[in-house]
């Protein structure tokens, strides 16, 4: 059986990273893992989206919706506009951050009011403040990190298998606070 998993996000949040390290868990525990990349105007502040499909056999990349078991979002905005692809017994890992689309800031749109708890009515939703989270730690770079501890507890999977594919795919001046960023979420 096939497992589907979203990241979404904004250009610049390290959803890419995020998905290396999803693959690396999973082909470490034998699974065949497609992953696709869509970057759309990622370099502009616009949605980055990765599919991550894992299982003993898996036919293609991509995630339809109403598939994804998981969908991890980097922003709230993000999470809202990609909630159709999870599924019915889905789980939503939500960032709870906000970073205004260019239409918001130029005032051409507005940013919806209480994204989350809408998306609580109908998904299984969990939040955490990552950016302030990493702040504490002092690097606000690693949040993606803390969300996807967060997610690991969802999946099938080792606290250490997670721990040794951060240690391989981040760069080795920061293991370390990647690591310590992980356990965070993984400790919510």
Same mark, same amino acid.
């Given at each position: ?21 999803? &693959?690396?868990?999973?082909? $470490? ?6 992953? @696709?990349? !869509?970057? =759309?105007? /990622? *370099? ?45 017994? &889905?789980?939503?890992?939500? $960032? ?6 260019? @239409?918001? !800031?130029? =005032?051409? /749109? *507005? ?78």
């Amino acid at each position: 059986m096939t497992k589907n998993i979203m990241i979404v996000g904004v250009g610049g949040q390290g959803t890419l990273l995020t998905s290396r390290i999803l &693959g690396g868990v999973m082909e $470490n525990a034998g699974y065949e893992v497609k992953v @696709s990349e !869509v970057h =759309g105007m /990622a *370099q502009r502040g616009g949605s980055v989206v990765t599919f991550v499909r894992y299982g003993k056999d898996v036919a293609e990349p991509i995630v339809e919706e109403g598939q994804a078991d998981v969908l991890i979002a980097f922003e709230r905005l993000e999470a809202l506009r990609y909630a159709n692809f999870l599924k019915k017994d &889905g789980v939503l890992i939500v $960032n709870d951050w906000r970073i205004d689309p260019i @239409s918001v !800031v130029m =005032g051409t /749109a *507005q940013y919806p009011e209480n994204i989350i708890e809408n998306l609580e009515r109908t998904h299984t939703v969990y939040r955490i403040n990552a950016m302030e989270e990493a702040l504490r730690l002092g690097n606000s770079r690693v949040f993606n990190n803390i969300v996807l501890g967060m997610a690991a507890k969802h999946m099938e999977f080792d606290r250490e298998d997670w721990l040794k594919v951060i240690e391989a795919k981040v760069p080795p001046k920061t293991v370390e606070i990647n690591t310590k960023a992980f356990l965070v979420g993984y400790e919510k």
